[in-house]
């Protein structure tokens, strides 16, 4: 057997036992050393590959992809530096538990640590950012060695989705040459792995048992003021209806993030509070509204007023509840942590004894939201502003929408004015390391599966990863660009630095003044720049009845922003006080 047909059979077998375990997307970035890796998907029939050249773009895109369809994805890269421009988006993923199978071809070890071209030590490039790594054999083609990559391989797929999901990195040497025969009969299956999974796994979920449950339940006994705290998550599309449930049942205030996915759809909202962090910047409210308990599913909601409101209540009780294992308790506070589904543990309170909390509390923290919701949903601007501009969002937004949202004041503002409503719509954003990089690409990766996905996000962060829009060009995906435009860092304007006047614009503000409409004709997207509330609504509207790409551009300015930002959660605090 020669170099090209044991290149060839060893490659097919791992790509196909690859796609045999679930993977159903690919995103390759162009090299030599990886031929053997591109080819082998680009030819199988079980996967769907898409190409982008630039590796940090790329990587955000699998991102996307793997948020949005909750499947591991595959990223294909040559060898140098290649690899290490794959490191943000990695960050990201073992940060906010997105499974994805990183391949990065290699020299082989001959060629390593010699001064060869393209050769850089990529054995535990990653570090701990990794749930799993594994350093490949040099291509052989013995039945042995075929189910060596097929059982490496299935536990790959397995690893990135066990337990909290998150990336996985397999190093795999190439000798040249790189290409592979596809004339040779039987290259994907030798007839001993024929119709079988290399590696069948059944993964059950963890639940408490009734001891541990009653155990729970007497440590709530006596405690009349809870809270139930919804932070960002997406794993689970039966979580809003059970914590709706268990809401109802216990009649508990539950604070619902953005990205928890039970601000929108069609359970239950007599309990969901969503305006919270406008009500919780009051430092007067904060001191008035102590609980006795808190449980909370999820990571840390977005919103800093409530952080600063558990960070002065470290004596109350806190619950976190977790899927499989994490800490995620930045306050620092003492803290159980439930480590069990969340949905079945909601519906094991359910179905326990009977307990009930004070009426009257959940009824102030219902009054509470709708004088909040009133001011945040009145007036409108002559001319538009941040938080007008995700008003007409979600009243825009068709049904079964996926909105993806940039950090700084884009998820803030999302978290502020996107109210509980009946649509079915999903929020997405990259929250576990908060940057603002890769946005674009993450957005058009989430639109790979299809959908129709709106992108929200700032001119800083739009200018980061405009490489992005490439792949939304190539495949024409449809992506709607909600691009709010203060001309730098407005977030900092709400900030201490603000105070700087000296170094302010330099280092915070950083205004970079660009015409984004000439990005939208590099990228042949539609361009839009609406003035008024009303317009950005029917703007966004016809950007849903198009295909393709679409930037809708609103400018606003950041100190009329913080103006009218502070005048909203001045008015909501005076009445709340003053009742």
């Given at each position: 057997?020669?170099?090209?047909?044991?290149?060839?059979?060893?490659?097919?077998?791992?790509v196909?036992?690859?796609?045999?375990?679930?993977?159903?997307?690919?995103v390759?970035?162009?090299?030599?050393?990886?031929?053997?890796l591109a080819?082998?998907?680009?030819?199988h029939?079980?996967v769907?590959?898409?190409?982008?050249?630039?590796?940090?773009?790329?990587?955000?895109?699998?991102?996307?992809?793997?948020?949005?369809?909750?499947?591991?994805?595959?990223?294909?890269?040559t060898?140098?530096?290649?690899?290490?421009?794959?490191?943000?988006?990695?960050?990201?993923?073992?940060?906010?538990r997105?499974?994805?199978?990183?391949?990065?071809?290699?020299?082989?070890?001959?060629?390593?640590?010699?001064?060869?071209?393209?050769?850089?030590e990529?054995?535990?490039?990653?570090?701990?950012?990794?749930?799993w790594?594994?350093?490949?054999?040099?291509?052989e083609?013995?039945?042995?060695?075929?189910g060596?990559?097929?059982?490496?391989?299935?536990?790959a797929?397995?690893?990135?989705?066990?337990?909290?999901?998150?990336?996985?990195?397999?190093?795999?040497?190439?000798?040249?040459?790189?290409?592979?025969?596809?004339?040779?009969?039987?290259?994907?299956?030798?007839?001993?792995?024929?119709?079988?999974?290399?590696?069948?796994?059944?993964?059950?979920?963890?639940?408490l048992?009734?001891?541990?449950?009653?155990?729970?339940?007497r440590?709530?006994?006596?405690?009349?003021?809870?809270?139930?705290?919804?932070?960002?998550?997406?794993?689970?599309?039966?979580?809003?209806?059970?914590?709706?449930?268990?809401?109802?049942?216990?009649?508990?205030?539950?604070?619902?993030?953005?990205?928890?996915?039970?601000r929108?759809?069609?359970?239950?909202?007599?309990?969901?509070i969503?305006?919270?962090?406008?009500?919780?910047?009051?430092?007067?409210?904060?001191?008035?509204?102590?609980?006795?308990?808190?449980?909370?599913?999820?990571?840390?909601?977005?919103?800093?007023?409530?952080?600063?409101?558990?960070?002065?209540?470290?004596?109350?009780?806190?619950?976190?509840?977790?899927?499989?294992?994490?800490?995620?308790?930045?306050?620092?506070?003492?803290?159980?942590?439930?480590?069990?589904?969340?949905?079945?543990?909601?519906?094991?309170?359910?179905?326990?004894?009977?307990i009930?909390?004070?009426?009257?509390?959940?009824?102030?923290?219902?009054?509470?939201?709708?004088?909040?919701?009133?001011?945040?949903?009145?007036?409108?601007?002559?001319?538009?502003?941040?938080?007008?501009?995700?008003?007409?969002?979600?009243?825009?937004?068709?049904?079964?929408?996926?909105?993806?949202?940039?950090?700084?004041?884009?998820?803030?503002?999302?978290?502020?004015?996107?109210?509980?409503?009946?649509?079915?719509?999903?929020?997405?954003?990259?929250?576990?390391?908060?940057?603002?990089?890769?946005?674009?690409?993450?957005?058009?990766?989430?639109?790979?599966?299809?959908?129709?996905?709106?992108?929200?996000?700032?001119?800083?962060?739009?200018?980061h990863?405009?490489?992005?829009?490439l792949?939304?060009?190539?495949?024409?995906?449809?992506?709607?660009i909600?691009l709010i435009?203060?001309?730098?860092?407005?977030?900092?304007?709400?900030?201490?630095?603000?105070?700087?006047?000296?170094?302010?614009e330099?280092l915070?503000?950083?205004?970079?003044?660009?015409?984004?409409?000439?990005?939208?004709?590099?990228?042949?997207?539609?361009?839009?720049?609406?003035?008024?509330?009303?317009?950005?609504?029917?703007?966004?509207?016809?950007?849903?009845?198009?295909?393709?790409?679409?930037?809708?551009?609103?400018?606003?300015?950041?100190?009329?922003?913080?103006?009218?930002?502070?005048?909203?959660?001045?008015?909501?605090?005076?009445?709340l006080?003053?009742?």
């Open positions: 057997m020669n170099h090209t047909e044991i290149l060839t059979r060893y490659t097919a077998n791992f196909d036992e690859l796609i045999k375990n679930g993977i159903k997307h690919v390759i970035s162009p090299g030599s050393r990886s031929t053997p080819l082998a998907f680009s030819e029939p079980g769907k590959e898409w190409v982008l050249v630039d590796e940090r773009s790329a990587a955000f895109f699998a991102l996307g992809v793997a948020k949005q369809t909750k499947n591991p994805v595959v990223l294909v890269c060898s140098g530096t290649a690899a290490a421009n794959y490191y943000p988006a990695i960050v990201e993923a073992h940060y906010s997105v499974p994805l199978v990183v391949l990065t071809a290699d020299r082989p070890h001959e060629l390593r640590d010699v001064g060869a071209p393209q050769a850089i990529q054995v535990h490039l990653y570090g701990d950012y990794v749930k790594f594994q350093e490949m054999a040099i291509p083609a013995s039945l042995e060695m075929l060596y990559v097929r059982n490496k391989a299935a536990r797929v397995y690893m990135a989705g066990e337990g909290n999901p998150g990336p996985v990195h397999m190093n795999i040497p190439f000798r040249e040459p790189l290409m592979l025969d596809f004339s040779l009969e039987g290259i994907w299956e030798h007839p001993d792995f024929q119709d079988k999974i290399y590696t069948p796994s059944l993964d059950g979920r963890k639940t048992t009734s001891v541990q449950i009653e155990d729970f339940l440590r709530l006994a006596g405690k009349e003021k809870g809270l139930i705290v919804c932070g960002p998550q997406s794993d689970d599309i039966a979580f809003p209806q059970a914590i709706a449930a268990l809401a109802e049942k216990w009649q508990l205030p539950v604070l619902a993030d953005p990205l928890s996915q039970v929108a759809g069609a359970h239950s909202k007599v309990n969901i969503e305006t919270y962090d406008a009500f919780l910047k009051n430092e007067t409210i904060r001191k008035q509204f102590k609980p006795d308990f808190i449980i909370r599913f999820g990571a840390m909601p977005v919103s800093k007023p409530y952080l600063f409101f558990i960070k002065e209540n470290k004596d109350v009780s806190q619950f976190i509840v977790e899927n499989y294992s994490g800490y995620r308790e930045p306050a620092g506070n003492i803290t159980d942590f439930i480590f069990a589904d969340p949905v079945a543990f909601c519906e094991a309170l359910i179905e326990a004894q009977d009930t909390f004070s009426q009257e509390w959940l009824s102030d923290w219902q009054g509470m939201n709708e004088v909040a919701r009133k001011h945040l949903a009145s007036g409108s601007e002559e001319r538009i502003t941040e938080g007008e501009a995700i008003r007409s969002l979600v009243n825009a937004a068709p049904e079964q929408h996926t909105v993806y949202v940039g950090n700084s004041m884009a998820i803030r503002d999302v978290d502020t004015f996107f109210f509980a409503n009946q649509k079915e719509i999903v929020i997405l954003g990259n929250r576990g390391a908060n940057g603002i990089d890769g946005m674009v690409s993450s957005a058009a990766g989430a639109a790979a599966s299809g959908a129709h996905i709106t992108l929200v996000l700032g001119d800083l962060s739009f200018f990863d405009l490489n992005g829009l792949a939304a060009k190539h495949y024409k995906l449809n992506i709607t909600l435009n203060n001309n730098g860092g407005g977030i900092f304007s709400f900030l201490s630095q603000s105070d700087d006047k000296k170094h302010f330099a915070f503000g950083t205004p970079i003044d660009l015409d984004f409409s000439l990005a939208a004709q590099l990228y042949e997207a539609a361009y839009f720049e609406p003035k008024t509330e009303n317009e950005l609504e029917m703007v966004l509207k016809e950007t849903y009845r198009n295909k393709g790409l679409s930037i809708v551009e609103v400018k606003t300015d950041r100190e009329e922003n913080v103006v009218w930002h502070r005048a909203k959660w001045q008015a909501i605090a005076d009445e006080i003053q009742d």
